[in-house]
């Protein structure tokens, strides 16, 4: 599987000001994924990542918001913007493998992030 | 949307013991994944399921794709002090295209002394 990476593991922000997550993986992949999860809670798909086209998003997410960039196919950024406390969580990033691609998912070790 | 029921929402079990955990879904997939975290750490895949009806064994752990492509579930087998974390589901179905997952909410393992 591949190895991922995530930066910042963890990081504390003021109400109003944005933050930058980057993952970086060892080996080219096709499909990036970002996920968040809430104190507790289970994970939820914000966006996939395409390399060379814009992020599509899931619905209750909006690109204003998290705005998504993929420049190659080892690297993606996620920017929480504006932040309030209640985005307050754990951001992981996943990359597709095996099978062909698409078929699993491996996760990065999550920032968390934490909004005062 | 889709949606995963997953249960028991936790576990308390004694070491040695075997556990069940079973997720269904309102929809079908195409693909049923296992995860388990631990404080701290993002999900590390345990199994993965690609075909109705399959099987699937990794160590102590057996999962298996339901014939009606919308359940799963995983057993673990003699339990240890290791085994304690969160373990989730997780369907993909991929409709020609790369998909996100779609998660349960999570069955909390805990082992008793």
């Known amino acids: 599987s591949a190895v991922i990476s995530q930066k910042p593991s963890r990081d504390i922000c003021q109400r109003g000001t944005s933050l930058t997550i980057q993952c970086q993986v060892d080996?080219?992949?096709?499909?990036m994924f970002w996920y968040r999860q809430q104190p507790g809670q289970s994970l939820t798909l914000i966006a996939t990542a395409n390399q060379g086209s814009e992020a599509t998003y899931e619905s209750g997410f909006v690109i204003d918001k998290f705005p998504i960039s993929r420049p190659n196919l080892t690297f993606s950024t996620l920017t929480v913007s504006n932040m309030s406390p209640e985005d307050s969580s754990i951001y992981l990033c996943?990359?597709?493998?095996?099978?062909?691609?698409?078929?699993?998912?491996?996760f990065g070790p999550g920032t968390r992030l934490t909004v005062l | 949307g889709q949606q995963l029921n997953q249960s028991p929402q936790s576990m308390f079990i004694q070491e040695g013991e075997d556990v069940s955990m079973n997720c269904t879904s309102s929809?079908?997939?195409?693909?049923w994944l296992w995860y388990k975290q631990e404080p701290g750490e993002g999900p590390v895949l345990l199994i993965a399921l690609y075909k109705a009806g399959e099987l699937t064994s990794n160590g102590r752990l057996t999962a298996q794709f339901g014939i009606t492509r919308k359940d799963s579930f995983l057993n673990i087998s003699a339990s240890i002090p290791s085994d304690v974390g969160i373990y989730f589901c997780?369907?993909?179905?991929?409709?020609?295209?790369?998909?996100?997952?779609?998660f349960g909410k999570g069955t909390h393992l805990i082992i008793q002394p």
């Open positions: 996943s990359v597709d493998g095996g099978r062909g691609g698409t078929d699993t998912q491996y």
């Open positions: 997780a369907g993909q179905y991929s409709g020609g295209g790369a998909d996100g997952l779609t």
């Open positions: 080996s080219q992949v096709t499909m």
């Open positions: 929809s079908i997939f195409n693909t």
